[in-house]
């Protein structure tokens, strides 16, 4: 039933400005998340330009992505130590990039705001798990006072985890941008299966691929969509049965003619599922 369909997307960023925006109507999309490292591009200037274009090209955001300053070494070891709001050095820094990126957001009408929180402590005894709830508390209070879903993306945790930072957080507007390959590149689950712990939060997907890792130290491989273990086939349909209504958002982490190959095969794999 129409009710039923999903929109398609793919990823875009604010680093990339207006050129990003008319890829993303260029290759077919309707939607597309605003993805941005760059805290110091969230001016009124940019959000004009944005609102601009999306109006004219008749694309919609339906979440922006916010980054964050400092180190980040997205491996096992030096992960946990550099990642998100876990390390504590960091923190303070983090939450200001992040509470601007909620005010942007507002500016451009965008009311999902995501990003990795890091490699949230698994033991709720964990020293650094206490503090890293009041901080991600404070960041979600402030999106809630901009009419924001705040969300974390999937990867750096086990579900239950992730559903136990939500419970603690103990906000409203807490939800979920599903990185079903992440699942899988962190080697934290089958991601069909978990949406039987987090489904419910869902608010954005990311339609990326990959493998688990095959060692300790690094993470899985990513792979063009259709050719790693997340099965699209089973995710989508389980997705629509708990009532996600929203975009599937094609991600390809690679640059230059291959990628955009990949995301068109992408789109042509995902098309029939929606």
Same mark, same amino acid.
Request: charged letters at 25%; aromatic letters at 8%.
């Given at each position: 039933?129409?009710?039923?369909?999903?929109?398609?997307?793919?990823?875009?960023?604010?680093? @990339?400005?207006?050129?990003?925006?008319?890829?993303?109507?260029?290759?077919?999309?309707?939607?597309?998340?605003?993805?941005?490292?760059?805290?110091?591009?969230?001016?009124?200037?940019?959000?004009?330009?944005?609102?601009?274009?999306?109006?004219?090209?008749?694309?919609?955001?339906?979440?922006?992505?916010?980054?964050?300053?400092?180190?980040?070494?997205?491996?096992?070891? @030096?992960?946990?130590?550099?990642?998100?709001?876990?390390?504590?050095?960091?923190?303070?820094?983090?939450?200001?990039?992040?509470?601007?990126?909620?005010?942007?957001?507002?500016?451009?009408?965008?009311?999902?705001?995501?990003?990795?929180?890091?490699?949230?402590?698994?033991?709720?005894?964990?020293?650094?798990?206490?503090?890293?709830?009041?901080?991600?508390?404070?960041?979600?209070?402030?999106?809630?006072?901009?009419?924001?879903?705040?969300?974390?993306?999937?990867?750096?945790?086990?579900?239950?985890?992730?559903?136990?930072?939500?419970?603690?957080?103990?906000?409203?507007?807490?939800?979920?941008?599903?990185?079903?390959?992440?699942?899988?590149?962190?080697?934290?689950?089958?991601?069909?299966?978990?949406?039987?712990?987090?489904?419910?939060?869902?608010?954005?997907?990311?339609?990326?691929?990959?493998?688990?890792?095959?060692?300790?130290?690094?993470?899985?491989?990513?792979?063009?969509?259709?050719?790693?273990?997340?099965?699209?086939?089973?995710?989508?349909?389980?997705?629509?049965?708990?009532?996600?209504?929203?975009?599937?958002?094609?991600?390809? @982490?690679?640059?230059?003619?291959?990628?955009?190959?990949?995301?068109?095969?992408?789109?042509?794999?995902?098309?029939?599922?929606?």
């Amino acid at each position: 039933m129409a009710i039923n369909k999903l929109k398609l997307g793919v990823i875009t960023s604010l680093e @990339e400005g207006v050129k990003g925006l008319e890829k993303v109507k260029n290759l077919g999309f309707e939607t597309c998340q605003l993805f941005c490292r760059t805290p110091g591009l969230y001016t009124e200037e940019n959000a004009r330009l944005v609102k601009e274009t999306t109006k004219k090209l008749g694309v919609e955001i339906t979440l922006l992505w916010a980054g964050w300053p400092g180190p980040a070494i997205w491996n096992f070891v @030096e992960g946990p130590i550099t990642l998100g709001l876990v390390p504590p050095e960091y923190r303070a820094m983090r939450i200001d990039a992040l509470k601007k990126g909620s005010d942007f957001a507002k500016m451009i009408g965008v009311v999902n705001v995501a990003t990795h929180a890091g490699f949230i402590p698994e033991g709720p005894k964990d020293p650094l798990y206490p503090g890293l709830v009041v901080a991600l508390r404070d960041v979600a209070a402030h999106c809630q006072n901009n009419g924001q879903e705040f969300c974390f993306e999937t990867g750096q945790e086990t579900p239950v985890t992730l559903l136990r930072a939500i419970t603690d957080i103990g906000l409203p507007n807490l939800g979920i941008n599903l990185d079903p390959a992440n699942l899988l590149l962190y080697g934290k689950a089958n991601p069909v299966d978990a949406l039987d712990v987090i489904g419910k939060f869902v608010r954005g997907v990311h339609a990326k691929d990959g493998e688990y890792p095959t060692d300790g130290y690094n993470l899985g491989k990513e792979k063009p969509l259709g050719e790693g273990r997340v099965d699209f086939p089973r995710l989508v349909p389980k997705l629509k049965n708990l009532g996600y209504r929203g975009a599937l958002t094609i991600e390809r @982490e690679i640059s230059g003619e291959q990628q955009i190959k990949d995301i068109l095969k992408a789109k042509d794999f995902l098309t029939p599922l929606l």
